[in-house]
């Protein structure tokens, strides 16, 4: 197994550790220690695309799992986030379907011996959730930050929708029989 495989492993490992030091009331710094774990998980996002990329590692099993180890990542996050009424659980659930869709596209593709890797707009749509979680577990309050969490919100409630869009349509022929 190369080295961005084992940190699509790494992020998916993660997670519970995250939602623990997340969710956990008794938990000292419990919302920055889980802040510094989702950072490090998105990190190795970053991390094992450009290794892959740069030094031609880039296998079937990364381009599986690297979106679904986001997927993981970020729904646990806005699951969590539902819990600690952060978000609205309507937007949660428009993302999630996206990614419900994506992946059943990916398997129809997958029975045809097609692996579709992720393109640009779902890259964007997931920084920007990313950034949106992580602000959002900051939870600086006040005026001028809940503005700001709200254009992250709905910045990535459309660019769900945007990639979504896209990938429909540029990988339309994988639903022709």
């Known amino acids: 197994m190369n080295l961005p495989n084992k940190l699509t492993i790494l992020r998916v490992i993660l997670i519970p550790f995250f939602l623990v030091a997340l969710i956990v009331p008794d938990i000292p710094y419990g919302k920055w220690i889980a802040v510094a774990i989702f950072c490090i998980a998105a990190i190795t996002d970053t991390l094992d695309g450009q290794i892959a990329r740069k030094y031609n590692l880039i296998t079937n099993f990364g381009k599986f799992m690297d979106p679904l180890a986001d997927k993981l990542l970020v729904c646990s996050a806005m699951i969590a986030l539902i819990e600690l009424d952060r978000i609205p659980a309507w937007v949660v659930i428009i993302i999630i379907a996206r990614e419900f869709i994506i992946s059943g596209f990916r398997l129809i593709a997958?029975?045809?011996?097609?692996?579709?890797?992720?393109?640009w707009w779902g890259k964007i749509k997931t920084v920007v959730q990313m950034v949106m979680i992580i602000i959002l577990i900051c939870d600086f309050g006040g005026d001028t930050v809940w503005v700001i969490e709200q254009i992250f919100i709905y910045a990535a409630l459309a660019l769900t929708i945007i990639s979504l869009i896209d990938y429909l349509a540029k990988n339309k022929d994988v639903l022709k029989d």
């Open 110 to 119: 997958a029975d045809k011996g097609i692996v579709i890797a992720a393109g």
